[in-house]
């Protein structure tokens, strides 16, 4: 690989897992560091419940740190303590995004889970460029898989500050009790992503940006792969409907050509794809069973991923 994923991410190559955990630890130190600052600008505002909020953060990601520390000792591995490193890390955190008051407690964990996903988005870069280190990558891949459990932690703690404040909107989710149900919503929301993200790279290629275009329509591949999947195991005569903001656009006429403008087409691929992710998400979360819940976050992780392109098409560092 010869060029990053995401302009932001550095092109060398992590080589030893070792120095991919000092490069975990070091994301995690650095979120916890964030939140700690950000409790003591909420005190110095006077804002009690947000400054309490962003310190339970804080020992969150330090529990992280030590769990990676603990990870790599089972490993027979010495603890990682990451030196100065010689290339950027993400912007795990961003203060522009909390920079405006005032700022809700829902508001704040959607800064956190959006932090999560970057990191998420991260180590699954991380592992397509250490391709021909299998040890790597597989760290990296398991590492992806860890911050999934965190994003899928924070969205618990976000509905409930969603239902105590009103504030922001969580899908409505049909029950998935056996893995036939989830194949066939699945089914449903990969089809209509992949309707939503032809008619934005279409959209992007009428207004000259043809090179976002084909990167857009590689996400949009995939999920015209995993929806032609789904279908054969769902058995159905049609694919269901997709994500509420697939369903809005399609009944406007916006997934049409020339329907979207480009700014509008990379807005409704985000709310879809937010959407799906959630969906998927909760699903996870309620599963009985433990193949239902493995599908789900499988699926999910895909989402995530999905997502990830998107917003870095829009000019978000994810």
């Given at each position: 690989m010869t060029s990053p994923i995401n302009p932001?991410?550095?092109?060398?190559?992590?080589?030893?897992?070792?120095q991919l955990m000092a490069i975990a630890v070091a994301m995690e130190r650095e979120a916890a560091i964030r939140y700690e600052q950000l409790a003591e600008l909420m005190d110095l505002r006077?804002?009690?419940?947000?400054a309490t909020t962003f310190r339970?953060?804080?020992?969150?990601?330090?529990?992280?740190?030590?769990?990676?520390?603990?990870?790599?000792?089972?490993?027979?591995?010495?603890?990682p303590n990451p030196p100065p490193l010689a290339w950027q890390l993400p912007e795990t955190?961003?203060?522009?995004?909390?920079?405006?008051?005032?700022?809700?407690?829902?508001?704040?964990?959607?800064?956190?889970?959006r932090n999560e996903e970057r990191a998420f988005s991260f180590y699954t870069y991380l592992a397509a460029l250490a391709d021909g280190d299998v040890q790597v990558r597989r760290r990296a891949e398991s590492l992806a898989r860890?911050?999934?459990?965190?994003?899928?932690?924070?969205?618990?703690?976000?509905?409930?500050?969603?239902?105590?404040?009103?504030?922001?909107?969580?899908?409505?989710?049909?029950?998935?009790?056996?893995?036939?149900?989830?194949?066939?919503?699945?089914?449903?929301?990969?089809?209509?992503s992949a309707a939503v993200i032809e008619a934005a790279a279409q959209s992007l290629d009428a207004g000259g940006e043809r090179a976002a275009g084909a990167l857009l329509r590689h996400a949009g591949s995939e999920s015209v792969r995993r929806a032609a999947e789904l279908g054969r195991l769902a058995g159905g005569p049609r694919a269901p409907p997709g994500s509420?903001?697939?369903?809005?656009?399609?009944a406007r006429g916006l997934?049409?050509?020339?329907?979207?403008?480009?700014?509008r087409g990379l807005e409704l691929c985000e709310r879809d794809a937010r959407e799906v992710l959630d969906t998927y998400l909760i699903i996870a979360e309620r599963a009985g069973d433990e193949a239902l819940r493995a599908a789900a976050q499988e699926l999910a992780e895909a989402a995530m991923g999905r997502l990830a392109l998107i917003r870095s098409q829009s000019g978000d560092a994810s």
């Open positions: 932001i991410y550095p092109v060398l190559e992590v080589t030893s897992v070792d006077g804002e009690t419940d947000l339970d953060l804080a020992l969150l990601e330090r529990g992280h740190e030590s769990g990676l520390g603990a990870w790599s000792r089972r490993d027979g591995r010495a603890t955190f961003s203060l522009e995004e909390v920079d405006a008051a005032p700022l809700s407690p829902y508001q704040a964990l959607a800064v956190a889970v860890e911050e999934l459990k965190h994003v899928a932690q924070l969205r618990r703690f976000r509905r409930r500050a969603y239902h105590q404040q009103a504030s922001g909107r969580s899908p409505t989710v049909p029950a998935v009790v056996v893995l036939a149900d989830l194949h066939g919503l699945a089914w449903g929301l990969e089809s209509g509420h903001a697939c369903e809005e656009a399609r997934l049409k050509p020339g329907g979207l403008a480009a700014a």
